[in-house]
């Protein structure tokens, strides 16, 4: 990766990067903002970032960190948890099953919402994982636990036990 | 439902979403506003940089240090946000008294490898030479240290304890902020902030930075991306203040102070990040005038 190019780099992963974060709960300016800062900070080590064998598993880290830490701040994240059908979800072309699937993401604590996203969208191994949210791996691992049996959605024992998918 | 429905069930939402159109050169502005803190802790060291030197011989018993017994003290650069002291070189017998002394909070290796500042002159004379430390590692790796209250007894402790053996040098601040301007701040602004730093019982120094100034550090910092400087002028860059704060201030509470005044457009902590990742290229590059001359 090292001839990685940081404006392609930026025109392949922002928009995805900044959906990431709108299925982790975030509105879309505080997407728009985390992820433009997350990319900002890419920009100023890139030697070393480019050199990652996930640059965007980099970025995903830090916007999701700075998500968190936006809610922190604001303190409005306690209060009504986000929604993911605002503005930014196009509810009439959802089918049924679809629909189940995102009330019940809707429905998960924020921390369970980003595991999921972090781990199933944007595929990052359980390690990054532990590293976007502050916590062990065995944390990790938990916390999608309690998702999956939230959502009834059967986890995969093959995929419980891999840390580094 | 197995985890790849999962999956696909999540691109599926995603692709609901309306499209973030990205604004790549909005992120080389702001990184051009912030410019890069990297070398930053290099020269705001080269700044404050006090090899204290003295009392390398005797009193080789006088430095007893106190075993706690915990263990090591090492942490990997990353988790260091300062350092008040550089070790120089970096050997089992000193990690042996570091992680003994009782005034160690933890350390750090740091890699040996140039650091020199860029050969402007203007640079040069901005910023005070006083580099011992930095030449001795440009040959031998070394510790940057962070000691658990007071600097300077730790400085005065490690340096008769490793009498012979090592030597220290003292960054009297291990604390430091950069106050970067908006980039249309008015004169009467930046000199309101130089004011009222000048007035600041917190602040024991500070550097003013021109637009000049940091055009020089912008020039180092992206040499690998020639397009972007070019497309950067002088006038495109913020002028900044260093601060150097007294030991044990705050620099939370410093920035706080500060993040409301006029033209200010945002406070960067020093991270010792160009310390712990040496530039690979050698100070003998055509136009670099070594600093470590005559040493």
Redesign the interface.
Known sequence: MSGLVFDEFYESYFDRVGRALVLAGADRDQARDAAQEAFTRALRRWRKVRDMDRPDGWVYVVAMNLLRDKWRRTARHGERGPTLDGDGVDNTSAVATRLSVREAIATLPPRQRQAVVLRYFADLPLADVADAMGCATGTVKATLHQAMQSMRIELDDTEDDDADR | ???????G??????D?????????Q???R??RS?R???TALVTAALVVIVASTVAVAGHRNAGKVNVTGTGSKEVSADKMSHFDLIVVPATPAVQDVLDASRLVDEYALIPHGDRSPPGDRSLDSLLLRPIDAFCALQTRDGYAVVAKSDAHALAATLTLALSGRATVYDVPFGSDIEFFMKVDASRAQTDSLRNALAADGDVRSFVHLSREDAYAVFKKDFA?QPALIASTKASDLPESFRVILEPGRSIAAVVRRYEQAAGLDTAITVHP?ALF?PASTPASSATAVSPCRGR
């Not at chain 2, 069930?9 to 995603?14: H, I, K, N, Q």
């Not at chain 2, 979403?17 to 990205?22: C, Y």
Request: charged share 30%; proline share 6%; no cysteine.
């Open positions: 439902m197995p985890t790849d429905e999962l999956r069930e999540l691109t599926t939402l995603a609901e979403i309306e499209p973030f159109a990205g604004d790549v909005a992120v080389h702001r990184v912030r890069v803190i990297a690998e990040e990742h």
